[in-house]
């Protein structure tokens, strides 16, 4: 497994929740933000939401304010994801992200500049 390892996708109706899971290896990257892209079918991966490393500061995508938080542990080296109010719209495969970048924003990562986990597929019913 790699060092990211994300888990808790599935097949859910629309207004359903889930809660997705990172497992990140053991203290690769509590000193780093983290958070979650997601990739639709056809479509290009997007940012849905981040955390810094304290949890001081949340990041949302406005697709997803007030339906989605976000949260870790470090003492535990886990990334969540609680997805409420689920749409047909939030379907795609999920990943987990860490960025070790000194700076930048952390919507802007992309494959090649951060640690990506394989992903968890969620798919959404009407």
């Known amino acids: 497994q790699g060092p990211l390892v994300e888990s808790g996708g599935g097949l859910v109706q629309a207004g359903g929740s889930l809660r997705l899971s990172c497992a990140a290896s053991e203290g690769a990257f509590r000193r780093y933000a983290m958070g979650w892209f997601r990739q639709a079918p056809g479509k290009e991966r997007e940012f849905v939401a981040s955390?810094?490393?304290?949890?001081?500061?949340?990041y949302y995508a406005d697709s997803v304010k007030g339906r989605f938080a976000i949260s870790r542990d470090n003492a535990k080296d886990m990334l969540y994801l609680e997805i409420n109010n689920l749409k047909p719209d939030d379907t795609g495969l999920y990943f987990c992200v860490a960025d070790l970048r000194p700076s930048g924003s952390f919507a802007t990562l992309t494959p090649s500049s951060g640690y990506w986990g394989q992903g968890t597929q969620v798919t959404v019913s009407p």
């Open positions: 955390i810094s490393w304290s949890s001081d500061f949340t």
